[in-house]
């Protein structure tokens, strides 16, 4: 299958500091991406679909001046997590799929990101 | 919105056992897509259904689209150890809803 790389896999910074996590997708073109956040032992909740070259959609209840996502090539979105708090840490991971893998939902995620806000 | 009723939530099992899970939905899904996640990482896509009543093997394991599609199970057969870890239903309704609902999870734990 497509290989989708999440960078940083961990990260721990203090209060207040903004964090970026990268999502790349390696051997194709992801004209769609996605964001999730997972709390342990619970499900991945989506927190934004964005596509290449426009707006991401964040659903509701999500901030988007806290998780600012660019979609900025068809190979790279990121996530900056703003003036991060201690409520913010969570596994964050991204999933790519080309414009058809949107409608049949064969999603590729990433390795994932797990981020600790001290 | 939707929502996905995942059971059971956790499972502990002997080597050589086989497993089964399921995952039912308030409303019609047309896709139902099955992952496993272990520890640390993302979800890896393990098999695709796109047709009620479809029934897809992959290796040991086997999954079916329910005739209502409102339901979808997993088996996995003669369990080894390092079948441990969550499996997620997840589900795609029609039209232009192409996002992804997922279940809450099944842990599978299988003992040597």
């Known amino acids: 299958g497509a290989v989708v790389s999440q960078h940083p896999s961990w990260v721990i910074c203090k209060s207040g500091t903004s964090v970026k996590i990268e999502c790349r997708s390696l051997d194709f073109q992801a004209t769609t991406m996605f964001w999730y956040r997972q709390f342990p032992k619970q499900s991945l909740m989506l927190m934004a679909t964005s596509n290449e070259g426009s707006k991401a959609t964040y659903e509701q209840g999500v901030e988007k001046d806290k998780f600012l996502i660019n979609h900025a090539s068809l190979t790279l979105s990121t996530l900056t997590v703003t003036s991060a708090h201690p409520e913010d840490s969570s596994f964050y991971i991204c999933?790519?799929?080309?414009?058809?893998?949107?409608?049949?939902?064969?999603?590729?995620f990433g390795e994932g990101s797990r981020l600790t806000v001290l | 919105g939707q929502q996905l009723n995942q059971s059971p939530q956790s499972m502990f099992i002997q080597e050589g056992e086989d497993v089964s899970m399921n995952c039912t939905s308030s409303?019609?899904?047309?896709?139902w897509l099955w992952y496993k996640q272990e520890p640390g990482e993302g979800p890896v896509l393990l098999i695709a259904?796109?047709?009620?009543?479809e029934l897809t093997s992959n290796g040991r394991l086997t999954a079916q689209f329910g005739i209502t599609r409102k339901d979808s199970f997993l088996n996995i057969s003669a369990s080894i150890p390092s079948d441990v870890g969550i499996y997620f239903c997840a589900g795609r309704g029609g039209g232009s809803n192409y996002k992804l609902t997922f279940g809450k999870g099944t842990l599978l734990t299988v003992n040597p």
């Open positions: 409303s019609i899904f047309n896709t």
């Open positions: 999933s790519a799929t080309t414009g058809w893998g949107a409608y049949t939902g064969e999603l590729f």
């Open positions: 259904l796109y047709k009620a009543g």
